[in-house]
């Protein structure tokens, strides 16, 4: 049903591990973004990409790095990983880059951090 | 003061009643705002956006106050289905970009038989 999969939908890393997450929306949209949900915590944005061109955002560590090789694909490249990270990393697309427009959520990585 | 608040619930709601609940932001700049329902488990999904005269769509009824700065969302008749945790999303960036788009925690309804 959804225009936006990830995968996988489940990941149990540890530490020293680096996984990669995946995105792909089928929907012809111009603007992907990555959010992480924790735990009876908002939604947080995490990273946008425009056209391919990443919006800067300065509040993410580094550990976590995203990758836009095109509109339909985005990565998110996690490394060295903390506790604290586990949780819901949703991917999700828009029209355009503008606040108006709807956006569609893929159903999320559930990631555990050991 | 959060940028984006609403209560977490839960509210429980017996199944026909009605149901309102509201959320407040703190940027008075805010332009976009925007209820989402998010499902156990599952990803959030666009309920309906919120228009300065309000909008109204089957059952769900939502308004803005700018004045007071909040949004509403009733749910009239409710039904099970309608068991949800509703996100509040504003634009809280004047800067115009998808990015300064805000969540709340949400609010937490269960209607019940």
């Known amino acids: 049903e959804t225009g936006v999969t990830q995968t996988p939908r489940h990941l149990v890393m540890g530490m020293t591990n680096k996984k990669s997450l995946k995105c792909e929306q089928h929907?012809?949209?111009?603007?992907m973004y990555w959010y992480k949900q924790s735990a009876k915590k908002p939604l947080e944005l995490m990273f946008v990409?425009?056209?391919?061109?990443?919006?800067e955002n300065n509040s993410v560590p580094s550990r976590f790095s995203p990758e836009c090789p095109n509109s339909s694909h985005l990565f998110l490249h996690l490394h060295t990983l903390q506790p604290e990270d586990s949780a819901l990393y949703l991917c999700?697309?828009?029209?355009?880059?503008?606040?108006?427009?709807?956006?569609?959520f893929g159903p999320g990585t559930r990631l555990t951090v050991t | 003061r959060k940028e984006v608040e609403q209560d977490p619930g839960p509210f429980n709601v017996p199944e026909g009643a009605t149901v309102a609940f509201n959320c407040t932001y703190s940027n008075s700049a805010s332009q976009s705002f925007f209820w989402y329902r998010q499902d156990c488990r599952k990803e959030p999904k666009l309920l309906m956006s919120v228009y300065s005269s309000g909008n109204e769509d089957g059952r769900f009824t939502a308004q803005l106050n700018r004045a007071s700065q909040y949004i509403s969302l009733l749910i009239r008749d409710s039904k099970l289905s309608d068991s949800a945790t509703y996100l509040c999303?504003?634009?809280?960036?004047?800067?115009?970009?998808?990015?300064?788009?805000?969540f709340g925690k949400g609010t937490h309804l269960i209607i019940q038989p």
């Open positions: 999303v504003v634009n809280a960036d004047s800067g115009g970009g998808a990015d300064g788009l805000t």
């Open positions: 999700a697309s828009s029209q355009d880059f503008l606040p108006y427009y709807e956006q569609y």
């Open positions: 990409y425009s056209l391919e061109e990443r919006v």
């Open positions: 929907l012809g949209h111009n603007a």
